[in-house]
Each structure stands twice: as C-alpha cells, then as structure tokens.
C-alpha cells in the first residue's frame, strides 16, 4: 500500500479558509474588471496531474491514487463570476504484480499475475471565480457519480503491458458529491491566455464496494475470489494542471 505525506488536514482547512476569503471577495473586483474581459473568457478547458488522499474508513483501507483529469469550465454570466464546471478524472489507487508459472510447463514458462484498482469519476456544478489579475481564486460545488472497479490480467514476464487474458474482480458505481477550491495563476495573456491551475477536490460516496491490497493478497494466498469491502468511500484529490481560455 503506498502512502504519501500529504498536507495535513489542519492545512488543508486553512488553504481552503484563504482561498474562501480571497473569493467572498471577488464579486465586485470582477465586475470593476469585467470591461478589461471576463476572468475566464467564454468557455475553457484545463487538464490536471493529480494525487489522491483516501480519508476516514477509506484512509485506512487503502492508499494514495495517482492519475490524470481534465474539465471543461462555460461562462453563465457576462462577468464570469457564475460558471459551470464538468471534470472527468481517472486515478489508480492500487497495482500489485505477482509471478507465476503457468500450469503443466514445469515451471519454465513464468507469468506475471497483474490487478489494478482505479476510481473514475465524472462530476458537474457550478464555479464561483473571483476578481480577475495575476491571480484568480475560485471555489465549486459538484456532484455526479465514481466507479470504483479492480481488474487482473495475466501476461508474459517477458512481455509486459500486452496481457492476454484481463477478468474484473469488482466493479460499483457510486454516487459522488462534494466540492473544490483553487487558484489560476496566470502564465502568458494574448487571445488564448493559459494558467496554472492549482486546487483541492474532495468527494464524498455513501455506500460503495471496493477492493483492496490486503483482499487482493488473501485472494492469492486462498486460491479464491475476494471478498469486496463495503462502505463509505471519501478522498481528497490534489491537482496541478493548465487552463487555456479557448474562447
């Protein structure tokens, strides 16, 4: 199970507080700005590297997730202070890899027995932005829906990455909502300015069933099917990405 030192959660809440502020501030900067154009132009797209940080009974049951996302962000008023966000992300939160010899060859022909969990999860809700400049904070609400699944696929040792037998161990759907705060930082201005986009996610699912490294090793060591953890499944995902204004 990897782990990773991520910002604490007294941290986290007092970049969540600042960013907060900074917003609740915003709405009248960004109309005083609005003649020098919108701070987020009429539509946007960005994409994210991104890490998450399992919380509560999903913190311990399993370990940071590494993956990729991206989003796109539509103007709803003329002072783009109002916009509405939809992000898709993808994040692997377990890998494990174990040798085995394929039955009947005496051990000469050795296999490598690969399962993987991962999360996607699509979400929409509106985007607050703040006053337009250097800097622009923003804070979101989202909701929609994760799946959760774990996958093993058998493969050559000598030829990895093309397996050629992949069966799903578990796989739910869920239910997803919560919210994220960040920043842009602008980088370059012009027709189509980019920014660095740098924020936290979290994401909150009632009652979901998943897999994790420990049922995925009794599932080796027992020579049966494993057995899906049940529960509420909550993490914090942090990212770092560009946003370009596309128009």
């Given at each position: ?6 910002p604490?959660?007294a ?5 969540i507080s600042?960013?907060a502020a900074?917003?609740?501030a915003?709405p009248?900067g960004a109309q005083s700005s609005?003649?020098a154009?919108?701070p987020?132009g ?7 590297l991104?890490v998450?940080e ?22 709803l008023?003329p002072?783009a202070?109002v916009?509405l966000?939809g992000?898709?992300s ?11 010899p394929?039955?009947?060859t005496?051990?000469?022909?050795q296999l ?7 999360i996607?999860s699509f979400?929409?809700g ?5 006053p337009?400049?250097?800097?622009t904070?923003?804070?979101?609400a ?9 996958s093993s ?9 093309d ?5 799903t161990?578990?796989s739910?759907?869920a ?9 842009y ?7 189509h300015p980019?920014r660095l ?11 979901v069933?998943?897999?994790?490294a420990d049922r995925?090793?009794?599932a080796y ?5 494993p057995?899906?953890?049940?529960g509420r499944?909550?993490?914090v995902?942090?990212?770092l ?7």
């Amino acid at each position: 199970m990897t782990r990773v030192s991520l910002p604490s959660s007294a941290a986290t809440a007092a970049i969540i507080s600042a960013l907060a502020a900074a917003l609740l501030a915003g709405p009248a900067g960004a109309q005083s700005s609005a003649a020098a154009g919108a701070p987020s132009g009429r539509g946007s797209f960005g994409g994210h590297l991104q890490v998450t940080e399992p919380r509560g009974e999903f913190g311990q049951n399993t370990g940071n997730g590494f993956g990729v996302g991206g989003y796109a962000l539509w103007r709803l008023d003329p002072n783009a202070i109002v916009n509405l966000r939809g992000d898709l992300s993808f994040v692997t939160y377990g890998n494990t890899r174990r040798a085995i010899p394929l039955s009947g060859t005496g051990g000469l022909i050795q296999l490598n027995l690969r399962t993987t969990s991962s999360i996607a999860s699509f979400v929409v809700g509106p985007q607050l932005l703040g006053p337009t400049g250097t800097f622009t904070p923003y804070a979101t609400a989202l909701g929609g829906f994760s799946v959760f699944w774990t996958s093993s696929s058998i493969e050559g040792s000598n030829n990895q990455q093309d397996p050629f037998a992949t069966t799903t161990n578990a796989s739910d759907v869920a239910l997803a909502y919560g919210g994220a705060v960040g920043g842009y930082f602008r980088l370059t201005s012009g027709a189509h300015p980019v920014r660095l986009d740098l924020g936290a996610r979290f994401l909150r699912h009632d009652d979901v069933s998943y897999l994790n490294a420990d049922r995925v090793r009794t599932a080796y060591q027992t020579d049966r099917p494993p057995v899906a953890i049940e529960g509420r499944a909550d993490f914090v995902t942090y990212y770092l990405g560009v946003n370009v204004i596309a128009f």
